[in-house]
């Protein structure tokens, strides 16, 4: 029987083999000649003592002990071209993998997609980032793959509760993603290998007999007696199907316009907004590592910080170690940044959401738009933050030590941000309560990471789409809407997942429970 060993080793010892061999023979005392294999099942870096450690959880296996390599497979899709029909609103993970799973279950999913399929979307990327020119329905949140698929693929999740995360990491392996996701702590693809796994997800639902149609934006929903009967799209089409899923993602404020119009419940739902801050990548490594290089051995480092700040918990959020700040706009007329990180982590900045938990309370002055007082209180700060910053993509920023002295900075150096910046003083973006949080939050922020609170450090604002303003109410056993019947409310849009592993988990979640239905 192999044996499962718990390890903390050297950096350099976990990244060369035959150290790692070497090291394990040790451990359990005998020849390195009659170690067969060393499987690693799970690693993290414990940074907290100057003497940088890898922690392993690894099996290893004896010359005399059978070894077979398990291989991850993709389950066997059947093909559904002839079954019944479910209309999936949304190609972000919730949709992918609802379509998956109804697929595995013998369903039909039609997905419908209001942007353009993952490798089109590049060219209005580039629109944004260079041209400054907001395509509504095609954009670093909207099109294949969602909102993740530009902006960094991490798959890192609290979610242990909600669902399998293991099941969906071994699917997203089995369409193409390095094997290392399902080792490490904190997994991450990448934004440069996710598209060609999203373009993999979609052949293969069409391959089983599933529809994807893209360029396609629901604009009306056919209901009878409380019934979902179908959508209507842009072109005054109607597709119809009796189950519906609907994930469209935090920023789909039209599905939410429409969803209010059509008197359909809906809930106004807190969220947390804030700036992205940038900081030199090697000045992170420094903070987090205590050393002044971090070797060849050590990756980029993360940090995570909380602090609560007059009664609020004020954190970062999405932290891109090696990465760049994005213009995550969704309509003309707004700003707002993101932020993520290739697959090497090889960019010299980090950044980091750097964000302050919002109450139901503090959208009092939207009140008149009732549950979608959050949603018009988040637009009100984005479309301040186009103005100030001159109308185009550039956005307001501002040096970190600047903002917390209520100083404009005179001069911004040139950041990861390609559309540009504009140096404007911070409080005039926020309401006066959330920039006093910030000064005051950033101020303990340097107190815990020395060196963090620097004029190095670049704000930009704002960092407002952490996840939606509304929530789609669901009964809590068939996951359907409470009030129609047909309707299943899914992933980050609807309030009920954050992240691309949530998200996923959530879309397979409420396609097993129209199995269910079906099969009553």
Known sequence: MPRELLLQVAPEIAANESLLYEYVAQSVRVSTKLVRKVVILKRSIDARQKAIKINL?????????????????????????????VIIVGAGPAGLFAALQLIELGLKPIVIERGKDVRGRRRDLKAINRDHIVNEDSNYCFGEGGAGTYSDGKLYTRSKK???????????????????????AHPHIGTNKLPQIIQDIREKIIECGGQVLFETRVTDFVIKQNEMQGIVTQNGD??????????????????????????????????ALGVRAEHPQDLIDKIQYSCDFRGEYLPPAPYSIVKQVNGRGMYSFCMCPGGVIAPCATSPGEVVTNGWSPSKRDQATANSGIVVELKLEDFKPFAKFGALAGMEFQKSIEQKAWHLAGETQKVPAQRMVDFTQNKVSASIPKTSYVPGTTSVEMGQVFPGFLTQIMREGFVQFGKSMRGYMTNEAIL????????????????????????????????????????????????????LKIAESLLK
């Open 57 to 85: 959880k690894v099996l290893v296996y004896l010359i005399d002990e059978d070894y077979n390599e398990l291989k991850v497979e993709l389950p066997e899709y059947q093909n559904v071209a002839n079954a019944q029909e």
């Open 162 to 184: 909600r669902g399998d995360v293991d099941r969906i990491l071994q699917l997203l392996v089995g369409f193409g993603a390095t094997p290392d996701i399902l080792v490490e």
């Open 238 to 271: 109607t597709i119809a199907a009796n189950k519906v899923i609907l994930a469209t993602g935090h920023s789909a404020r039209d599905i939410f316009e429409l969803l209010d119009r059509k008197k359909i419940l809906i809930e106004a739902k807190p969220f």
């Open 460 to 511: 930009h604002a704002p960092e407002s789409r952490t996840s939606s303003p509304v929530r789609i109410p669901r009964d809590h056993e068939t996951l359907e809407h409470l009030q129609i019947k047909g309707l299943y409310p899914c992933g980050e849009g609807a309030g009920f997942a954050g992240g691309i592993i949530s998200a996923a988990i959530d879309g397979e979640k409420c396609a």
